[in-house]
């Protein structure tokens, strides 16, 4: 029987095939990986273990401690939110801390306009938004200082969005200031679509 060249590199590969197979198949395994320790393993393995179970739980406490603390913190970061049930209740409940604060002022601050701005989301976060108000009043320079100083005193977290000053009267040195002031509310007062289509 005459065998082609062709059968010969088949036969070749093939005996190649089977020996690597063989020697696979027989080899000892030693990846580096220690083996599993089952039920019948060694009592220094299970100590080992033990010791380790021991460490995790020993950190428990402190674990659980930095949890309550940051809780804490951030239930006292929500205290500075405008509370309401709406977002339109949370817009006059601005106004209203705003017409407080002008109040306190000496001469008190009467508003020349008033202009409710819309809700909106902070930045990407769903769980909270901005109410914004705009106001109009002409004040000395100082009254505006303690206008802004009074605003940061405040529980709420309030911030200026935008601060707008011209001089009103030269002669007696007043400012005329626009000055729009965001109010931190929850997330469930900010309409949906603005949630949804912000980006």
Same mark, same amino acid.
Request: charged share 30%; net charge positive.
């Given at each position: 029987m005459k065998v082609s060249e062709r059968e010969k590199k088949i036969l070749v590969v093939w005996i190649i095939a089977v020996v690597l197979m063989l020697g696979y198949y027989f080899w000892p395994a030693d990846d580096g990986v220690p083996p599993v320790? %089952?039920? %019948? %393993?060694s009592v220094a393995d299970a100590e080992l273990q033990l010791e380790r179970v021991r460490r995790l739980a020993a950190q428990v406490p402190a674990r659980e401690q930095m949890l309550s603390r940051a809780k804490a913190e951030f239930e006292q970061w929500e205290t500075?939110?405008? &509370? !309401?049930? !709406?977002?339109q209740q949370g817009q006059a409940e601005l106004l209203q801390i705003l017409r407080e604060i002008g109040s306190t002022q000496v001469p008190p601050l009467s508003f020349n306009s008033v202009e409710i701005g819309q809700i909106r989301r902070l930045a990407d976060s769903e769980d909270y938004g901005e109410a914004? *108000?705009?106001? !109009?009043?002409d004040c000395a320079i100082e009254q505006l200082v303690n206008v802004l100083a009074d605003m940061t005193a405040r529980p709420e977290m309030l911030v !200026? #969005? #935008?601060? $707008?000053?011209? *001089?009103?009267? #030269? &002669? #007696? &040195?007043?400012? $005329? *200031? $626009?000055?729009s002031v965001a109010g931190l509310v929850p997330g469930s007062q900010v309409p949906k679509q603005q949630v949804l289509g912000g980006f």
């Open positions: 320790v %089952g039920a %019948g %393993g500075g939110l405008i &509370k !309401t049930e !709406t977002g914004l *108000v705009s106001v !109009t009043f !200026t #969005d #935008d601060l $707008r000053i011209n *001089v009103s009267n #030269d &002669k #007696d &040195k007043l400012l $005329r *200031v $626009r000055m």
